[in-house]
Nanobody, 126 residues
Framework: QVQLEESGGGLVEAGASLRLSCVAA????????MGWFRQAPGKEREAVAV????????YYTDSVKGRFTISRDNTKNTQYLQMSNLKPEDTANYYC???????????????????WGHGTQVTVSS
């Protein structure tokens, strides 16, 4: 497993922007599928955005399309989630995750992600 550390969460008003970052320790980052998941109180954890190892393939859940952008910098072992026009329903704990299985391109399945960060809270007030 790889150690992941998220940062960038906070309390903002609706319509604001935030950028989440996730730094991975160790080697191998450039070969991992990386994802951002979120979990709100009383709800299941869901995939928000996923990016392939090359950055060429991405996935977004419908509710964030056009507002969130996932990216990665393999030279810095870091992935990002740029969140714009935030809405109260985006309030959740956001988790960074790494899928390390050989051959994995994109996935939204929690079971395909081997390593998880501790999460960073995003709260959007109306």
């Amino acid at each position: 497993q790889v150690q992941l550390e998220e940062s960038g969460g906070g309390l903002v008003e609706a319509g604001a922007s935030l950028r989440l970052s996730c730094v991975a320790a160790g080697r191998g980052f450039s070969s991992y599928v990386m994802g951002w998941f979120r979990q709100a109180p009383g709800k299941e954890r869901e995939a928000v955005a996923v990016i392939s190892w090359s950055g060429l393939n991405t996935y977004y859940t419908d509710s964030v399309k056009g507002r969130f952008t996932i990216s990665r910098d393999n030279t810095k072992n870091t992935q990002y989630l740029q969140m714009s026009n935030l809405k109260p329903e985006d309030t959740a704990n956001y988790y960074c995750a790494a899928g390390q299985r050989s051959g994995l391109v994109l996935s939204t399945k929690i079971s395909d992600f081997d390593s998880w960060g501790h999460g960073t809270q995003v709260t959007v007030s109306s």
